[in-house]
């Protein structure tokens, strides 16, 4: 897999510690299996499950933690519909936001721009983020299992509120795809973090209405998955 270069080489390059990204995903893992604090959101059986929690001393609070399941492809082609260098793809098939590519990097990976809209009475919001290249590991519990984590990073072409809309603050997302035991090469689970802090204006306690409405938009997002690996990847 991509992404095993030494990622102090080029200083374009954001600094992304590997290790401790793993680290905190297991964590999160661990820590939704043991069910303390966790609310469950959106669920579809068979298909998706959600939950949130916060976490008060935290600069950013709010963990909504989502996973896919049955997913009717490997774990490896799913972070291949997911990577950076298939972005271009991505703008064609997911409906849930909007991407724009700010810059390749040399190391796989990309800075891009996501544009949320949200309803009334919140105002959209958007993210830079740098995307990194897929890694792979053998020690998810025991298991195999591909990731891409994300970072929130500044590019001089995207200022924040240059076009009037908010810039939220993202807390170092990621994607971990992980095989199924039965069905590795046709079949995987993804287990997914999306943790925003919105900034700008939001309602007293409405953090976790946001939360609750995302936890929906990424169901949606599962299914823009399906089409996309249908029209462009399932070859």
Avoid at 27 to 53: A, C, I, M, P
Avoid at 94 to 115: A, F, M
Avoid at 142 to 149: D, H, L, M, V
Avoid at 154 to 174: C, K, L, M, Q, Y
Wanted: charged content about 25%; overall charge negative; proline content about 5%.
């Amino acid at each position: 897999m991509e992404g095993t270069q030494d990622e102090y080489l080029d200083s374009k390059i954001p600094h992304l510690d590997v290790e401790n990204a793993w680290k905190e995903a297991r964590f999160l893992k661990q820590d939704l299996d043991s069910g303390e604090g966790w609310t469950q959101r959106y669920h579809v059986l068979n298909e998706y499950n959600s939950w949130s929690k916060t976490f008060a001393k935290e600069v950013v609070p709010v963990k909504l933690l989502y996973r896919f399941e049955n997913l009717p492809m490997s774990a490896e082609k799913f972070i291949d519909i997911m990577s950076p260098k298939k972005l271009e793809l991505r703008q064609k098939w997911d409906k849930t936001t909007t991407l724009e590519i700010l810059e390749k990097l040399p190391n796989g990976g990309c800075i891009c721009r996501s544009v949320l809209d949200l309803s009334f009475p919140f105002s959209s919001r958007d993210y830079v983020l740098y995307f990194s290249p897929p890694y792979e590991t053998s020690d998810w519990f025991g298991r195999k299992a591909f990731a891409i984590f994300f970072l929130d990073v500044e590019h001089s072409s995207r200022p924040a509120e240059a076009d009037g809309i908010v810039r939220a603050t993202n807390g170092g997302n990621f994607y971990v795809a992980v095989p199924d035991d039965d069905e590795p090469g046709h079949k995987c689970d993804a287990f997914m973090l999306s943790t925003n802090k919105y900034n700008g204006w939001i309602p007293t306690k409405s953090e976790s209405m946001v939360t609750k409405k995302a936890s929906k938009v990424f169901y949606n997002l599962r299914q823009c998955v399906l089409n996309g690996h249908s029209e462009y990847f399932k070859n």
